[in-house]
């Protein structure tokens, strides 16, 4: 799949990056909207990959407290390399302006595929908006 890659802020990609959060979070897994959308957005540095026909597809965040949040892929484009693409983008984007760990709290299921990218599960499993979690973090800079 073509694609591209865009980091921004709120202003610039809340459109694309609330639709697929939309679509993966509030239809999908059923998490309530009032939990989805929050006002840590417009402090973020967001991560949105659109297709040729200039539809996002996938996205993710950044907080300023170096915790990688909201990482959905649309169902149709899974198993691409997208999700991976946006780990990355926002990783580096951490490592650029000085975090030396990221961390994020992953849905269960998808321990694996972040343990893949350098990420180590640590603490207790928990659960978040219904959905089991487990926290992780990366170190990306020494």
Not at 9 to 19: D, F, M, R, V
Not at 48 to 59: H, L, M, P, Q, S
Not at 126 to 140: K, P, S
Request: with cysteine; glycine share 8%; aromatic share 8%.
């Amino acid at each position: 799949m073509d694609t591209t890659l865009r980091l921004g802020n709120w202003a610039e990609l809340e459109a694309g990056a609330s639709a697929v959060r939309y679509d993966v979070f509030v239809q999908e897994q059923n998490v309530p909207l009032a939990l989805e959308m929050d006002e840590l957005d417009a402090d973020c540095l967001h991560a949105v990959i659109y297709n040729t026909a200039g539809e996002a597809v996938a996205t993710g965040r950044l907080l300023p407290s170096a915790h990688i949040g909201r990482m959905a892929v649309k169902a149709n484009c899974r198993g691409q390399g997208l999700g991976a693409e946006v780990l990355l983008a926002l990783r580096e984007a951490a490592k650029a302006r000085g975090d030396s760990t990221v961390f994020l709290s992953a849905q269960l299921h998808a321990v694996p595929f972040y343990s893949k990218y350098g990420f180590e599960a640590y603490g207790d499993v928990y659960e978040d908006a219904g959905i089991t979690h487990r926290m992780m973090r990366c170190v990306v800079s020494s």
